[in-house]
Antibody
Framework: EVQLVESGGGLVQPGESLRLSCAAS????????MTWVRQAPGKGLEWVAN????????YYVDSVKGRFTTSRDNAKKSLYLQMNSLRAEDTAVYYC???????WGQGTLVTVSS | QAVVTQEPSLTVSPGGTVTLTCGSS?????????PYWFQQKPGQAPRTLIY???NKNSWTPARFSGSLLGGKAALTLSGAQPEDEAEYYC?????????FGGGTKLTVL
């Protein structure tokens, strides 16, 4: 059974950092591009980042460039999203996914508030 | 960055047919945008319905189909069921960034 399980979300103050993790199982993690998608409360989906199978290519939405970094550890079958200089507008549920294959995690909530 | 537009809301009768569309501010949507469609129900993660314009995942009901129509990507639901009531999002793989549309709230009534 395919599973993606995000963790690491929580309540932080503006300007602080948070690291999200996504643990994969049930499929060959190292064979797929991975994607982060977020959804602010009551709002639509927003693409955040993609990372290639070997981590050699990464792409980000403009609003997080320079603040967020995605990485992966294929040996641990894990995906990460390091989020620095967090802002109120980063408040959202963050999903990891293999979009084409319809592999989605349940999401982890990040709340940025003072 | 492109702005991707969808109808904010649509209503379809049970058993009826409805088409949702997905347009781009930069021009016609083509197969080169590899259009995706997602279904999301309240409190749930999205699910990928359609990828690369018209390809279905194993769970995608046969009543859903994807196409290009009049310069837009289109999702057609033929024979709507009550369980199809949901938010539907399109995604275009633009050169560089991926861009989601704002979503269409589909009511089956």
């Amino acid at each position: 059974e395919v599973q993606l399980v995000e963790s690491g979300g929580g309540l932080v103050q503006p300007g602080e950092s948070l690291r999200l993790s996504c643990a994969a199982s049930g499929f060959t993690f190292s064979s797929y591009w991975m994607t982060w998608v977020r959804q602010a409360p009551g709002k639509g989906l927003e693409w955040v980042a993609n990372i290639k199978q070997d981590g050699s290519e990464k792409y980000y939405v403009d609003s997080v460039k320079g603040r967020f970094t995605t990485s992966r550890d294929n040996a641990k079958k894990s995906l990460y999203l390091q989020m620095n200089s967090l802002r109120a507008e980063d408040t959202a549920v963050y999903y990891c996914a293999v979009v084409r294959e319809d592999y989605w995690g349940q999401g982890t909530l990040v709340t940025v508030s003072s | 960055q492109a702005v991707v537009t969808q109808e904010p809301s649509l209503t379809v009768s049970p058993g009826g047919t409805v088409t949702l569309t997905c347009g781009s501010s930069t021009g016609a949507v083509t197969s080169g945008h590899y259009p995706y469609w997602f279904q999301q129900k309240p409190g749930q993660a999205p699910r990928t319905l359609i990828y690369d314009t018209s390809n279905k995942n194993s769970w995608t009901p046969a009543r859903f189909s994807g196409s290009l129509l009049g310069g837009k990507a289109a999702l057609t639901l033929s024979g709507a069921q009550p369980e199809d009531e949901a938010e539907y999002y399109c995604l275009l793989l633009c050169s560089g960034p991926w861009v989601f549309g704002g979503g269409t709230k589909l009511t089956v009534l």
